[in-house]
């Protein structure tokens, strides 16, 4: 089977809020071609899709699932507590774009997304959740694709190539850097 044939990975968040933060896990995969299924489910909100979106995820066979979500972030946790799918964690700083719209005003987390990143993380131990950095979603994708790589041989060589372009970038950078002396390689490169 190829990985590109049906999802193998369902992306989910707390809330339309987290959208454009969880894009990035999207967007990598989608670099890698690998399909993904993407939907809304809130712990807090929708508690008993809980549940039922677990054994979505199941009869749909994904090998993983990344789930984002701000806050006191619930929905890693309870949809790896009702599934045996691989949860990938995506803290979220950042929230409540909808305050925003209507009053200007954006409402960050309280605790500068350090509430969010304990919730996931710390798991009571028999439950875990493997949880990246705060607003790291396109670590997820990258993290849900080597997951996938054990499987798809493919994956594994798009990973290497992936590695080497980043080698690459860095010798590039570099080279730059010493050419053009510190100061003027930041006023080029951030003016
Ligand atoms: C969490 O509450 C969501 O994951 C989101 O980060 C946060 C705020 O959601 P909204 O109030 O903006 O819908 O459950």
Redo the contacts with the bound molecule.
Sequence with gaps: MSYSRKPLVGII??????SRIMKGSAEILDQFKVRHEDQIV???RTPTRLSEYAEHAEKMGFKVIIA??????H?PGMIASHTLIPVIGVP?LV?????EKKTGNSKFSAFGGLD?LLSISEMPTGSPVVTVGVNKSGNAGIYATKILANEFPELKRKLKTHKTLQHESVLKESEELKKQGLSKFVKKKFK
């Design positions: 968040m707390g809330s339309s809020s987290d809130s712990a807090h984002g979500a701000g806050g006191a972030a929905l979220i929230y409540n774009d909808k305050e969010s």
